[in-house]
Nanobody, 119 residues
Framework: QVHVVQSGGGVVQAGGSLRLSCEFS????????MGWYRQAPGKQRELVAV???????NYADSVKGRFTISRDNVLNLVLLQMNSLKPEDTAVYYC?????????????WGQGTQVTVSS
């Protein structure tokens, strides 16, 4: 089992910055992919930024150049630095770990954190 606990978020004016943090625990060596997703009201959950199994980063086009994902493999942390925030970035942000158990790829999600960007 992989456990995910996230922190950060809040309310910021357009153009401002926020940072989200996520800590993994449990069977962290089984993690294949890790990263961040978000869900705005009335919309489906979407990828924001993720590390794949070989460390390659995939960003959503809407956040490229503004958001930066990073990780600390010693502390089992993944961070999301969000700069130049826009009102359309307002959403609940979720940290995710995809991990293998007995050949199946499973998902563990953080509790979600609200990010609100005011215009």
């Amino acid at each position: 089992q992989v456990h995910v606990v996230q922190s950060g978020g809040g309310v910021v004016q357009a153009g401002g910055s926020l940072r989200l943090s996520c800590e993994f625990s449990g069977n962290v060596f089984s993690i294949n992919n890790m990263g961040w997703y978000r869900q705005a009201p009335g919309k489906q959950r979407e990828l924001v930024a993720v590390f794949n199994s070989v460390g390659r980063i995939n960003y959503a086009d809407s956040v490229k150049g503004r958001f930066t994902i990073s990780r600390d493999n010693v502390l089992n942390l993944v961070l999301l630095q969000m700069n130049s925030l826009k009102p359309e970035d307002t959403a609940v942000y979720y940290c995710n770990a995809q991990w293998y158990r007995e050949g199946s790829l499973l998902d563990s999600w953080g509790q979600g954190t609200q990010v609100t960007v005011s215009s």
